[in-house]
């Protein structure tokens, strides 16, 4: 498949990448952008849709199509032809200004007028269910067939709960999924029923155990975190919001087994959001927020199982200083906790390290690493935070260690792809073999994954991209790494739906960085957990919408027969039949050193090891009319033969077996 001569793709005409606040948690890095339709190579009838992400009800006229006289305008949406180009009229303050992002989306237009004009914005339909299963099917179905083969898994739903009304008889939007010991899960989101924060239980296998809620005192919830205590209850927070949209106090609540109310607690502050909660083996929950003092400060609080504060902190970096909080880690034995936050419209990094039990501060370090400090892991002798690091003008994904017991820094790795302009680190996790495995944002025109595993040195030990083909920004949500080393990330990415609808990705990467299988959701996802039955349950979108996926395969790679080619040379009164075969592993490289044995048609078996170009052939003299050749087995030191994944691009054989006839 030649891409080059047939991808005229203007990504980005111009670009610019800042760092716009806190406001928005989920989407630190905002951008404007002009943007061409993409023209792929099987993409005859590609459309666009423009939309303004923060005012979908944009009059259309604000948006302009060169050479666009096809092009329609729809609530705020634009629709265009291939190579037209959709510009964002930079004397659009009212876009602009509302931090706009222009989205992109593509989408056949025999989709779009079989799914009848699905075009509207998912906020703006009332859509079920049902309604997104037909359109993710249709992109599912389109997706696969346009897969190579030898490419990563998809593994299906295997149950999925929620979902089910975007209006106000919802339960708002998700936030955060947690699994209890037992592998009972419990979604966090609001507003429910248009104002109350819900926590919404299911089984390990999707039976709907409870709904809980509570209203606030004034305003509308927006749920944030939930975790497990030791007993199966759960413990969330979210935060009210006044009719601006502003933050208005924080709820930390605790639901029993059966989903009651064990015991609220309304935290004052002013302009509060919140950044983490994390419950110990205890039962015992700390809670990092930050609220107006000095500028923001950041606070970080300690709860007994019943509901009491047991301690209080506050880091105020300087006078006026908007201190934010971010994350928080526990050590592994729970002795001490380790905090992250930084300083919005400056750039500090924050990184603290308490006594769990007194909550006494052992040490803090505020060093100027770059603009954003995301996320939090410790080990036994190391606390490691990603972020947004700044060399110059430049960012990237970067990863400083701290010593555990000093607070000095110990190495601090910058790392963007090699064509990327920036990169952001969002969220990182612990593997079992100790590496530490972070995820965020690349900039290649539009915003890509990028998770990048690290040695406990500071050394890279894998990195990878994921860019789904959609040309708006992808951005990875969380990550989380499985008991066998399985990375697992989460988050908006493409393909794309028809109609604009962006869908949820959820993917393993082996401990090597393979890319071993992915995960669709119909709505964006927001965080993911694992249960102990290995299962990965991903959430995001309206009505605390969820689904469960078994992640398949291990984390061993295979590999198959990707081609297989005949070739008839005539001898005289014989002549050779030669098949050569080129050998694949799932991540779709090709492999060296691999033994392929097979049989030809009259039963004399031939052998032949791929070299480096994953080629090998095999020859047989005959006098027959036709001759066949099936492949039997493959043999490698590191991979398995997949036969079922055995396929021929050019459709000359099925990737087991080819036939070639007398010259
Ligand atoms: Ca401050
Ligand atoms: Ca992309
Ligand atoms: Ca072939």
Not at 430 to 451: E, H, I, M
Not at 478 to 495: E, F, R
């Amino acid at each position: 498949m030649d891409q080059s001569a047939d991808t005229r793709t203007e990504r980005s005409v111009t670009s610019t990448l800042s760092v716009r606040g806190h406001a928005a948690k989920s989407q630190p890095l905002r951008s404007n952008r002009h943007s061409t339709v993409e023209r792929t190579d099987d993409a005859r009838d590609y459309s666009v849709v423009a939309t303004c992400a923060n005012s979908p009800t944009l009059p259309p006229n604000r948006w302009q199509v060169q050479r666009g006289a096809a092009a329609t305008a729809k609530d705020g949406q634009l629709f265009a032809k291939e190579g037209e180009r959709c510009v964002h009229s930079d004397q659009d303050s009212s876009c602009r200004d509302n931090n706009a992002l222009i989205k992109i989306m593509k989408a056949t237009k025999r989709l779009f007028s079989r799914l009848g004009g699905a075009s509207a914005l998912p906020r703006k339909r009332a859509a079920g269910l049902t309604k997104l299963a037909t359109l993710f099917a249709l992109t599912a179905s389109a997706l696969l067939l346009g897969r190579l083969a030898g490419a990563a898994d998809t593994v299906p739903i295997l149950w999925e709960a929620g979902g089910q009304s975007a209006g106000n008889d919802g339960a708002g939007q998700a936030a955060r999924v947690a699994a209890d010991p037992a592998g009972n899960v419990a979604v966090i989101s609001g507003p429910s029923n248009a104002i109350d924060l819900a926590v919404t239980s299911y089984t390990s296998t999707g039976v709907f155990r409870w709904q809980s809620a509570v209203s606030p005192s004034i305003g509308t919830f927006q749920g944030d975190w939930v975790a497990a205590a030791p007993n199966g209850d759960f413990v969330g927070v979210g935060h009210n919001i006044n009719s601006s949209g502003n933050p208005i106090a924080i709820t930390l609540v605790r639901f029993g087994l059966d989903g009651a109310l064990q015991w609220r607690v309304d935290v004052a502050g002013t302009l509060p959001s919140v950044g983490r909660l994390l419950v110990d083996s205890a039962g015992n929950a700390y809670l990092a927020f930050n609220s107006l003092g000095d500028g923001q400060d950041i606070q970080l609080r300690k709860y007994n199982p019943a509901g009491s504060l047991l301690w209080s902190q506050v880091i105020n970096t300087g006078f006026f200083s908007n201190n934010i909080a971010t994350s928080l880690v526990l050590s592994p034995d729970e002795t001490e906790i380790a905090l992250t936050g930084d300083t919005s419209g400056g750039v500090e990094w924050i990184t603290a390290l308490y006594n769990a039990s007194t909550g006494i501060r052992k040490w803090l370090v505020i060093a100027p690493e770059g603009t954003a400090a995301r996320d939090v892991v410790m080990d036994t002798t190391k606390v490691y935070v990603t972020g947004l690091g700044n060399v110059g003008i430049n960012s990237f994904l970067t990863v400083v260690a701290y010593d555990r017991v000093t607070g000095a820094r110990l190495w601090r790795t910058d790392k963007k792809p090699a064509d990327a302009g920036n990169a952001a680190g969002l969220r990182m996790d612990l593997a079992p073999d100790g590496s530490v495995v972070a995820t965020g944002q690349a900039l290649r025109g539009f915003l890509d994954w990028y998770t990048v595993a690290f040695e406990t040195t500071g050394s890279v030990r894998w990195e990878a991209v994921r860019d789904g083909g959609l040309n708006t920004d992808e951005i990875p949500a969380a990550v989380l790494v499985l008991p066998d080393g399985t990375s697992v990330v989460t988050g908006k990415g493409g393909p794309n739906l028809p109609g604009g609808f962006i869908p949820g990705v959820t993917v393993g990467y082996s401990p090597t960085g393979i890319l071993l299988w992915e995960a669709f959701s119909p709505l964006a996802t927001v965080w993911a957990t694992a249960l102990p039955n290995g299962d990965v349950v991903a959430t995001g979108g309206y009505d605390a919408y969820l689904a469960a996926f078994r992640p398949s395969g291990t984390a061993a790679g295979t590999m198959h027969i990707a081609d297989l080619d005949a070739f008839a040379f005539s001898m005289g009164r014989t002549w050779n039949a030669t098949v050569t075969m080129t050998a694949r592993d799932n991540a779709n490289a090709l492999v060296a050193g691999a033994t392929v044995s097979g049989i030809w048609i009259r039963g004399n078996v031939a052998m032949c090891t791929t070299d480096g170009s994953g080629t090998c052939s095999v020859v047989t003299t005959t006098k027959a009319k036709r001759e066949q050749f099936t492949v039997t087995s493959m043999t490698h030191s590191s991979l398995t033969y997949d036969p079922s994944a055995n396929a021929d691009p050019d459709g000359d054989s099925n990737g087991t077996v080819v036939r070639v006839r007398r010259p």
